[in-house]
């Protein structure tokens, strides 16, 4: 039961994404997203996960959910940027392709063998939506911030991709991944200051010198 | 041992952020290169078998080699780019940007050096996304708009790319849940490879089109190459160097390591298809774009693509051609990374990436015409250089596969990018030169920057002729690996 209702939570969370303009928002959604997805990881797991799987857990919610977070709500204070304007794909056109992506990642997961100690498959389906919301969120959208949260979705759920078809790594790489995410977004934030100060916008549109 | 391979770098490189006068900083980056060098000749002549996360077999020892032997030959050239570069900076500052470039550039080294050694597949991922961070910082050093541009694409398409290996190395995981047999093992490549036919087919293909793709995006396989053309002609020519000649190395040896495991499950007719067809698409995809680039910094970048794709096909067309493949991935490092270094220095003498703008560069510059267009002429595969051996071999190989096809391409695309590349090389070295005689004459050598490219040109002269005997002896191994033994 429980996790019925974080799978319609984390799906509504992923719409909302889609259909939002409003940076400030898309940054909140993509901290409750990370704290629903690792709650819904831990509520289908089957057997009694151990006490070290649960730290990880613990800390990839605070990586995610508060950390690197607010690490983004600093860089839109200081790019000043409020909104989305002018996106590769207008919105309703993004919604519609989500709803397909949905109705896929659904029958990608009803169409594969899965391992037979898995709790829940449509845990499994919507880590794979997440997932693609964040991969299309990166090429639909053109502001440098918008790709770098489209890009913390992806790993979102990937992380819990991971987790739901329950294939932990040892404790010291799981570590590791963690870290490079980490990394990873703090190097693209700083990335994104560097660039509105040369460029006086985080557009990525405007990224046209380098072509053949 | 082999765990000082990679913590000695990762140590140093965090000094180098600390330390504040810039020769001790840049004395500490030889001394960190040369050890690095010696350790990785002790490694290899230590025992070769592997257990563990961790380990160096004869795969790894050879792109140990080449990734140190041009850390090495890039680093001197830093130097010397360092020391002509920053004197405008003030000294004063807290935290000079040199520093971190510096720091960057030896902790790149480690990471690299982590991800050949890893036999773990997670444990190599974390490797190479870490990677990709510590050289982000390296393209936009010169900090110029267009450099920031190309780094944010290198980091942002490289990371989703290397995001996309994840979701393979999840796969791979999945493949293991079938049977309680599997469950206990860890998941390196090895132990993988030896239980290959007990792992779940489905997920296994799945795990290596997704590994391809990812690690492919990192290699600069065409149609997942869009990022590299852009790094490689923005970022500092020592980086250029490393990137080309050192870090799609890395990234191919993943590739090279599952296709391994596909090979022992029995799908190795599904990898090689898929291999092949990424060559081929890169192969194609850099003749086009050599016959008509105007920028020798790109054009660089995509013969770099043309021969990543000539690895990939000769890692998939099979038996043969796998020794043709690794002599190849050493002489196209080596050659590569002196012909970067070479650009960097028409680039400091003309000021200009335009090809058009370059002419008579025999003359205001007789060494660096030379080496640039020796280096022109080895990267084309001409006798007697060492590109040559490894292009025939694979050729011969692909001849023996009977995969005439592929043959048949390889052969037009090499033709069009040996003719594509030289209109263009040899105007740069024997035109008019636009300037006037005072211009011209008075080009100091600076040894700091030339020598690290002469020394590789005389490496790549000599494997054209003649592979020293343990060189030989590593090359038979690696292949012996690939074709699972």
């Known amino acids: 039961m429980m996790d019925q209702v974080l799978i319609a939570i984390v799906l509504l969370i992923s719409i909302y994404m ?12 993509v901290a409750w997203q990370g704290l629903f997805l690792c709650l819904l990881a831990a509520s289908v797991q089957k057997t009694n996960m151990p006490w070290h799987e649960w730290v990880l857990i613990l800390l990839a919610i605070v990586v995610k959910a508060l950390i690197l977070p607010l690490l983004l709500k600093r860089a839109l204070r200081e790019t000043l940027v409020q909104r989305e304007v002018e996106p590769q794909l207008g919105y309703s056109l993004s919604l519609f392709i989500g709803l397909l992506l949905l109705v896929g990642s659904i029958w990608t997961v009803w169409k594969l063998p899965l391992p037979p100690e898995i709790g829940n498959p449509m845990a499994v389906a919507i880590a794979l939506f997440t997932l693609m919301v964040g991969l299309l969120l990166i090429v639909a959208r053109t502001k440098a911030i918008t790709q770098t949260i489209g890009y913390l979705t992806m790993e979102n759920g990937i992380y819990v991709l991971g987790l739901t078809l329950a294939v932990g790594s040892p404790v010291v790489i799981e570590m590791g991944i963690l870290l490079d995410v980490f990394v990873g977004v703090l190097v693209m934030g700083i990335m994104i200051f560097n660039i509105n100060r040369e460029f006086d916008h985080i557009n990525t549109r405007h990224f046209t010198a380098l072509k053949d | 041992m082999i765990f000082t391979l990679f913590s000695a770098p990762f140590v140093s490189g965090l000094l180098s952020f600390v330390i504040k006068r810039d020769k001790v900083r840049r004395a500490l980056l030889a001394f960190t290169a040369l050890a690095h060098l010696l350790l990785v000749s002790l490694v290899s002549s230590g025992p070769q078998t592997v257990s563990g996360w961790i380990g160096a077999d004869a795969l790894s020892q050879l792109f140990l080699f080449i990734t140190s032997l041009l850390f090495l030959a890039s680093s001197i050239y830093t130097i010397g780019y360092l020391s002509s570069h920053s004197q405008s900076e003030s000294q004063d500052k807290r935290f000079s940007r040199e520093a971190g470039f510096t720091g960057c550039l030896i902790l790149f080294l480690s990471m690299m050096t982590l991800a050949i050694i890893s036999q773990h597949i997670s444990l190599f991922w974390v490797a190479i996304e870490a990677t990709t961070l510590l050289s982000a910082p390296l393209i936009c050093f010169q900090s110029s708009a267009r450099s920031l541009e190309a780094s944010w694409k290198y980091l942002l398409i490289c990371s989703v790319g290397i995001a996309i290996a994840l979701i393979g190395n999840i796969a791979m995981a999945v493949t293991c849940s079938f049977g309680e047999a599997l469950k206990t093992f860890p998941m ?20 290596f089109v997704f590994m391809l793709i990812g690690y492919g995006t990192k290699m600069g396989l065409a149609p997942m190459h869009t990022w590299l ?3 490689h002609s923005e970022s500092p020519s020592s980086v250029s160097a490393l990137l080309s000649g050192a870090l799609l190395n890395c990234a191919f040896l993943g590739i090279l390591r599952t296709n391994i495991i596909l090979n022992k499950a029995g799908l190795g007719d599904f990898s090689a298809k898929l291999l092949i067809f990424f060559g081929a698409a890169s192969l194609l995809m850099a003749s086009w774009f050599i016959v008509q680039q105007k920028d020798f910094k790109r054009l660089l970048a995509y013969s770099s693509i043309e021969h990543m794709g000539i690895l990939a096909v000769a890692a998939g067309a099979g038996v043969n051609t796998y020794f043709g493949g ?12 002196m012909l970067f270094m070479v650009a960097g220095n028409i680039l400091n003498i003309y000021k200009t990436k335009s090809s058009s703008d370059v002419r008579g560069l025999i003359r205001r510059a007789p060494l660096t015409g030379f080496l640039w267009i020796a280096g022109f002429l080895s990267i084309c595969g001409v006798p007697p250089f060492g590109t040559f051996v490894s292009e025939i071999t694979i050729l011969t190989g692909l001849g023996r596969q009977h995969q005439w096809l592929i043959l048949s391409l390889m052969l037009a695309s090499l033709g069009v990018i040996f003719v594509g590349m030289s209109r263009i090389v040899i105007f740069m070295v024997y035109g008019e030169s636009p300037l006037s005689d005072e211009e011209k004459g008075g080009q100091r050598i600076d040894y700091w920057t030339i020598l ?10 000599i494997l054209g002729l003649w592979i020293p005997a343990p060189l030989k002896g590593l090359l038979d191994q690696a292949t012996m690996i690939l074709r699972g033994y």
């Open chain 2, 452 to 461: 690290p490219p002469l020394s590789l040109f005389v490496m790549i002269l």
């Open chain 2, 326 to 337: 690794m002599l190849h991935a050493v002489n196209h490092s080596l050659t590569k990374g």
């Open chain 1, 18 to 29: 889609l259909g939002s303009s409003r940076l400030g928002g898309l940054v909140n959604a």
């Open chain 2, 188 to 207: 390196t490549f090895n132990e993988l490879a030896r239980h290959a036919d007990l792992l779940q087919k489905d997920w296994l293909k799945i795990a």
């Open chain 2, 229 to 231: 053309p852009d790094a």
